[in-house]
């Protein structure tokens, strides 16, 4: 079996720098499905997108949905009060108009 090449002709992995939280989730669902061990999924998500791509426990969290049978690999919706509110302001009419 032929390793694909990087751009200095190399077969060593080049890490992804540009990568969505999906496409990560994707991957762990991906070799999770496959029987990797949640341990040796973190190593690889690390290795090929970086450290801060997903946390160890995230991870995990992950892996246990995944293994519950969800599919989704979006956020769910949150309940309760939402982050963003809207902020009404006072203005006063300094020229008394």
């Not at 990087?6 to 080049?14: D, H």
């Not at 995990?60 to 519950?68: A, L, N």
């Not at 982050?83 to 108009?97: H, I, K, Y």
Request: hydrophobic share 30%.
């Amino acid at each position: 079996m032929n390793a694909l090449l990087n751009t200095t002709g190399s077969n060593v992995a080049t890490p992804i720098k540009k990568w969505s939280k999906l496409e990560v989730r994707a991957v762990v669902r991906f070799l999770f499905s496959k029987g990797t061990k949640p341990s040796e999924i973190h190593k690889q998500i690390a290795k090929t997108y970086g450290e801060g791509a997903m946390s160890r426990s995230r991870m995990y969290q992950w892996c246990t949905w995944f293994g519950e049978g969800r599919t989704s690999l979006g956020d769910e919706p949150k309940s309760g009060r939402p982050r963003t509110q809207l902020v009404l302001t006072n203005s006063l009419d300094v020229t008394g108009g």
